[in-house]
């Protein structure tokens, strides 16, 4: 199970990795169009935008299975190591249980949005809102997946950047 995941974390490297260089040559272009031959495109900001709530919800989801999210360890560096991983698996069940509720929410919202079209580009809303349940989705299982994994191993993977 682990190589699956492992597969799919490298396939959304590459998604993001394109993602990021569409989203800055929409910018460049918006810019270029609107300050030197001033005739702003329509299109290009909006796909900035949306380009960038998918890389916001596809990128967390690398950062959950990496484990590289921010850690404020001032609590947890005191306490017994016993406590400490009984305090993280609590606090991933609770993030567990959000992102389970994000996923559910987000799915309404991209069935409602399907018939509402962007302004710019005029496709469906539901394109861009769909980055929230299949980001919450993608983080769900790389947690789920990570909290069996560390049990298994008796470790903590990763850890993020500490504060």
């Not at 990021?20 to 005739?39: A, E, K, P, T, W």
């Amino acid at each position: 199970m682990s190589r699956f995941f492992d597969l799919v974390e490298k396939a959304l490297d590459a998604v993001l990795i394109l993602m990021m260089v569409v989203m800055g040559s929409s910018i460049f272009i918006q810019v270029f169009s609107r300050y030197i031959v001033n005739r702003p495109t329509s299109w290009s900001e909006e796909l900035a935008r949306y380009l960038f709530v998918w890389i916001t919800f596809l990128g967390g989801a690398v950062v959950i299975r990496k484990r590289r999210h921010v850690d404020v360890s001032f609590l947890t560096d005191r306490l017994p190591r016993p406590v400490t991983a009984i305090l993280y698996l609590v606090a991933d069940l609770v993030v567990l249980f959000f992102l389970g509720a994000l996923a559910w929410a987000g799915f309404g919202i991209t069935g409602v949005a399907h018939r509402q079209l962007s302004a710019a580009m005029e496709f469906p809303m539901s394109f861009a809102y769909a980055a929230m349940p299949v980001g919450a989705v993608l983080m769900f299982l790389f947690l789920t997946a990570t909290i069996f994994r560390e049990w298994r191993e008796g470790r903590r993977i990763g850890g993020g950047d500490q504060l």
